[in-house]
């Protein structure tokens, strides 16, 4: 199981390092060609605002797979190994599951809804670019399921640990 998440951190970290390349070569030639020629490229400014999305949510997806976000962990910290801090963990988990899980399902019902409008300088169906809200999401569930499955199982060696003694 941990080589589909070796796997998966690298495919995310290949995607989002195309998708940051290619903004900054779109935005660049887009500022050269608008200085140096006076043409500034319709499409350009959009597909580079896409890009940062895309990359922005998949990063975002990145990051909870190393348990990297932002986290006051004054608490989780002071009550480390004692029963409070378990449930603590619990909590913060319960609390992300609803939150991913609006994601998903709010990301979904907006990416289908905007499948018929279409991007002004890409023409591309507005709901792929919203896609990747559904798509991040389930990353991102993956990723707690697999960080709540380890809790537990910390838990049941906590506890088979101390009834042993």
């Not at 962990?73 to 988990?93: D, H, S």
């Not at 809200?133 to 049941?156: G, N, V």
Request: hydrophobic fraction near 55%; aromatic fraction near 14%; proline fraction near 2%.
């Amino acid at each position: 199981m941990n080589k589909i998440f070796v796997a998966l951190r690298t495919a995310l970290y290949w995607v989002s390092v195309v998708a940051m390349s290619l903004m900054l070569l779109i935005i660049s030639s887009q500022v050269l060609t608008r200085y140096l020629f006076g043409y500034s490229a319709e499409w350009a400014e959009e597909a580079a605002r896409y890009l940062f999305v895309w990359s922005v949510f998949i990063g975002g997806a990145l990051i909870m797979g190393e348990n990297g976000h932002l986290a006051v962990e004054f608490l989780l910290n002071r009550w480390k190994g004692k029963k409070i801090g378990v449930l603590l963990e619990l909590f913060i988990k319960f609390c992300s599951y609803i939150f991913i899980l609006i994601l998903l399902i709010q990301g979904y019902k907006m990416a289908d809804t905007m499948m018929f409008q279409r991007s002004p300088g890409l023409d591309l169906p507005m709901g792929i670019v919203y896609a990747i809200i559904p798509f991040s999401s389930l990353l991102m569930l993956f990723y707690l399921i697999r960080d709540t499955a380890r809790l537990f199982k910390e838990i049941r060696s906590h506890s088979s640990n101390q009834a042993k003694t």
